[in-house]
């Protein structure tokens, strides 16, 4: 059974960066597609961006484009999701999910595994 464990989240200014990691335990996620979900207080949890098993597939919803980067390490069974210029909105519970299956996906209930979830909050 897969566990995953985010790290990285905290407070920061808008403008700032943070470096968001989810680490893979109990099995391994090599080739499964990974994806990062937010949920702000009142709102349904969103995609944020996914990287297919493979690594050469990476999608972002609008908001972030430009702004945030996924990547993985498989050496190391850990995918990051790098944010740059962070903004209020972007305040929420970061989750990372994988799925069985190679190819990213938006939908959340394509994804078997999720981690507890990070606090992200930025301020003005």
């Known amino acids: 059974q897969v566990q995953l464990v985010e790290s990285g989240g905290g407070l920061v200014q808008a403008g700032g960066s943070l470096r968001l990691s989810c680490a893979a335990s109990?099995?391994?996620?090599?080739?499964?597609?990974v994806g990062w979900f937010r949920q702000a207080p009142g709102k349904e949890r969103e995609f944020v961006a996914g990287?297919?098993?493979?690594?050469?597939?990476?999608e972002y919803t609008n908001s972030v484009k430009g702004r945030f980067t996924i990547s993985r390490d498989g050496a190391s069974n850990t995918v990051y999701l790098q944010m740059n210029s962070l903004k209020p909105e972007d305040t929420a519970v970061y989750y990372c999910?994988?799925?069985?299956?190679?190819?990213?996906?938006?939908?959340?209930?394509?994804?078997?595994?999720w981690g507890q979830g990070t606090q992200v909050t930025v301020v003005s």
């Open positions: 990287i297919s098993g493979g690594g050469g597939v990476t």
């Open positions: 109990g099995g391994t996620w090599r080739g499964a597609a």
């Open positions: 999910a994988g799925r069985q299956g190679t190819l990213v996906e938006a939908r959340a209930q394509k994804y078997t595994y």
